[in-house]
């Protein structure tokens, strides 16, 4: 059975922390000598390109890597990846592609966008590598992927906008000097009230955009009662946009302005942007049953953010939920010193329930990482979330600009934060409490094994 579909289990202390990872060490341990002394008389398995690689490069690398897209190499097929063979072993071996830089031992494991490699397939291409990296029987080759065209050639990785909002000139970043932040507005053109499924922001040129975050101005004397302000949709380097679970969105009101809040910095040479805001709506007149808040908090105050030089430090930040509340996506965002951030819950019963960790942040990949709806944290109102984040100013940091520098909470690339981005759908008790009742009901039906109890 699933961790996180049997319950939210809490850590009741620090005693019976250490035991489990007592007990889980010991066990590794074990394993890792048993199986070792086998392979030794096994003779290793021929592993081949077409037979073995070619499967995992499909199921998490070629949606990105494959002609027409951003990335530098198409993947597709053994004529594609054998130049980069050695490359793709040190990338897969960090942990460094494909992006995704959760710890898969802390709190929730299952996620709609999971496209990370498991040991068995990091192993698989790194025998591949160290073997030859032969080619295999054709015969062998699964059958090639369909890439949606459009997606492929215009970068919209939510699938082709119903809209999409752009602000009215282009705008010139200086070849060099200080980070840039400037507002635009643009008019979305709507005359009529639609629901929003899915968002991406598309920056005209990611090398000088840092981030870009819209907001929504309706018009004066519009219907505001499902309306949800604050943050509408966010882009931080290497983000792919926001698709909500079913029946989940947002409300954009007809005659609605956009507001463009851009952050710029120099590159050593000019450069121009025109960033674009891609939207894909619900058909007319369907109105989900759920609104998306987009909740983000930090450490406060943000200026007790202190990273001293040649050090590893901490920091937390706290939200206590008004509301009973589903969690949707977890994205922390940190800047180049950023190490590492962990969600907990701090439950009404003041136990301590682990959610998701990341443990390898990557300040070029801004991933949300979204639950799979069974699994999505249930909460009661006044639970308080607990941002645990971490932060490397030392030369073992090979992202970190000067580890001899003083680094603190600031807006520019060169300064750094602790934000963890959440999707919520906030609850009505009654709501909330069926669909605690679901859940339970099926990690019972999950323990008897299907069967009915009489």
Known sequence: MKEWEISMKSNKGSGARSTITHAVALAALAVMMAPNALRAADPPKEVTFTKDVAPILQKSCQPCHHPGTAAPM???????ARPWARSIKQRVTLREMPPWHLDKNVGIREFKNDISLSDAEIDTIVRWVDTGTKQGDMKDMPPPLKFDEYKSANDWFIGKPDLIVTFDKEMTMYANGPDWWINKFAETGLTED??????????????????????????????????????????????????????????????????????????????????????????????????????????????????????????????????????????????????GMTLEAINLDNSVTSISSVDHFDFNWHIAYVYRDDVAPLLPAGTVLHAIAIHDNTSANRRNPDPNMWAGYGERSVDDMLQLRLAVVYLDEADYQAQVAERKAKVQQLSTGGNQQP
């Not at 989900?288 to 901490?314: G, T």
């Open 74 to 80: 198409s993947l597709l097929t053994y004529q594609h």
């Open 194 to 339: 639609r629901w929003v499924k899915a968002m991406q922001i598309k920056p005209g040129n990611p090398k000088i955009v840092h981030h870009a975050v819209t907001s929504v101005m309706p018009p004066e004397g519009a219907d505001l009662t499902d309306f949800v302000g604050g943050e509408f949709e966010e882009y931080a380097v290497g983000k792919y946009g926001d698709i909500y679970p079913e029946n989940t969105g947002r409300l954009l009101p007809a005659g609605s302005r956009i507001q463009f809040d851009m952050h710029y910095f120099a590159i050593g040479e000019e450069a121009k942007d025109r960033t674009s805001l891609g939207i894909v709506f619900y058909p007319k007149g369907y109105v989900p049953k759920y609104k998306v808040n987009m909740v983000s908090f930090r450490n406060v105050p943000n200026d007790d953010l202190a990273i001293p030089p040649n050090s590893v430090v901490r920091h937390d930040g706290y939200f206590r939920l008004p509301r009973p509340a589903r969690i949707s996506s977890f994205q922390p965002h940190m800047h180049m010193r950023g190490k």
